[in-house]
């Protein structure tokens, strides 16, 4: 795929990078030089300019890629004014960075395909590891609900996944296990593998180190944890 990120801050950078990693053709731009230098070698195309000025955004081939990402973040101004540019200029898929719930709600006024908010899902993430000793893999699907990927508590083990009732206690489905089984590699060393399970058996047990896969709401995920 093809993409325009503009802003190749932290966030920005990364991003960039690591889609470029993947195979995709990405096009970055920042109005920081020095940003674009250190990415420049990395990226399809780096262009050192001002995105909030319309004549130096047209330089870019909006209309040419896939998506094109609003990466900017501190500078609420800018972000704004970027993508209220881009929509004048009819760019089919926008995606933009909001850094809290004013500019979230500023952007949603653009009817943006995907408004990202990548600090919110870090620091909830950092929560559930400090306050609740839980290590989640998450994915955001909207603004409510997760598909989340951890370890099951030690309060299920023994248990069987027909007497977990995660549905109908905490709303929260249930769509695979990983699996945990002790095998021994070729130098007779045991290692932990883990294997995924679509189709759970009612009857199947519980062990240490399995992995739960979940779907539901964030407030139910809240809720199920502080229950155990």
Same mark, same amino acid.
């Given at each position: 795929?093809?993409? $325009?990120?503009?802003?190749?801050?932290?966030? &920005?950078?990364?991003?960039?990078?690591?889609?470029?990693?993947?195979? @995709?053709?990405?096009?970055?731009?920042?109005? =920081?030089?020095?940003?674009? /230098?250190? +990415?420049?070698?990395?990226?399809?195309?780096?262009?050192?300019?001002?995105a909030t000025d319309e004549a130096s955004l047209s330089v870019l %081939?909006?209309? /040419?890629?896939?998506?094109? $990402?609003?990466?900017?973040?501190? =500078?609420?101004?800018a972000s704004i004014r970027v993508t209220a540019l881009l929509k004048?200029?009819?760019?089919?898929?926008?995606?933009?960075?909001?850094?809290?719930?004013?500019?979230?709600?500023?952007?949603?006024?653009?009817?943006?395909?995907?408004? +990202?908010? %990548?600090?919110? *899902?870090?620091?909830?993430?950092?929560?559930?590891?400090?306050? +609740?000793?839980?290590?989640?893999?998450?994915? #955001?699907? /909207?603004? *409510?609900?997760?598909?989340?990927?951890?370890?099951? %508590?030690?309060?299920?083990?023994?248990?069987h996944v027909n007497e977990l009732n995660c549905d109908t206690e905490?709303?929260?489905?249930?769509?695979?296990?990983?699996?945990?089984?002790?095998? !021994?590699?070729? +130098?007779?060393?045991?290692?932990?593998?883990? @294997?995924?399970? @679509?189709?759970? %058996?009612?009857?199947?047990?519980?062990?240490?180190?399995?992995?739960?896969?979940? !779907? &539901? #709401? !964030?407030? /139910?995920?809240?809720?199920?944890?502080?229950?155990?």
């Open positions: 795929m093809k993409y $325009i990120i503009i802003g190749l801050g932290n966030y &920005g950078g990364v991003l960039a990078e690591e889609l470029s990693l993947l195979g @995709n053709e990405v096009i970055g731009a920042d109005i =920081n030089e020095q940003r674009v /230098d250190s +990415l420049k070698d990395k990226l399809a195309t780096a262009f050192i300019i001002d %081939p909006l209309n /040419d890629v896939d998506i094109v $990402i609003v990466a900017i973040g501190e =500078n609420l101004s004048l200029k009819k760019v089919k898929h926008i995606y933009a960075r909001a850094i809290d719930n004013v500019h979230k709600a500023v952007l949603e006024a653009f009817n943006l395909d995907k408004i +990202l908010t %990548p600090e919110n *899902d870090a620091a909830r993430e950092l929560v559930w590891s400090l306050d +609740l000793g839980i290590k989640v893999e998450s994915f #955001r699907v /909207d603004e *409510d609900y997760y598909v989340m990927k951890f370890k099951v %508590p030690e309060k299920f083990i023994g248990y905490f709303n929260l489905k249930i769509i695979a296990l990983k699996r945990a089984d002790t095998v !021994y590699n070729f +130098l007779g060393i045991s290692v932990l593998e883990r @294997n995924v399970v @679509n189709e759970l %058996p009612d009857n199947y047990e519980i062990q240490t180190e399995d992995e739960l896969v979940c !779907y &539901g #709401r !964030y407030k /139910d995920f809240l809720s199920f944890w502080k229950a155990i």
